[in-house]
């Protein structure tokens, strides 16, 4: 396993992550219909978790649940979904996305049929929390 693939652009990484460490990064996805989407970003270059020490699953698997616990203490979601697919992307990263009864896909995944136009109004209102989201992240990740 290498720990870089030329053209992939996670491990380019070349948006600025709210939290970075030694073994992974967490970033904010820029989704104006999703507002809070995060991923969980592993810096090696490795396809899947199974590709991983015991202690690199446990740092990853750790890392994707404080972001969760972050998303629903800041914006209180209905329900959060928890994905790593990486059919585009083959690098490991977890998409951990909230989700509410109003969003625009609800109940079907972000990536399914769109069913309704998410209100602006609601979605200005949790964009605004994305400050509070950013600081708990690292909050979060810095006291683990």
């Not at 810096?43 to 899947?48: Q, S």
């Amino acid at each position: 396993m290498s720990d870089t693939s030329p053209g992939c652009e996670l491990c380019a990484l070349t948006v600025e992550p709210v939290y970075r460490d030694e073994r992974l990064a967490v970033i904010l996805v820029d989704d104006p219909a999703y507002p809070g989407f995060c991923r969980v970003v592993w810096h090696a270059h490795v396809k899947e978790i199974s590709d991983l020490a015991a202690a690199d699953r446990l740092a990853l698997n750790d890392a994707v649940w404080q972001v969760e616990l972050a998303l629903r203490t800041v914006m209180a979601p209905d329900k959060v979904n928890v994905a790593s697919l990486g059919n585009v992307v083959p690098h490991l990263h977890w998409h951990v996305i909230p989700r509410y009864a109003d969003d625009a896909h609800f109940p079907n995944p972000i990536w399914g049929e769109k069913l309704r136009q998410s209100e602006a109004a609601v979605l200005a209102s949790r964009r605004a929390l994305l400050p509070n989201l950013k600081a708990e992240i690292v909050r979060r990740m810095s006291t683990k």
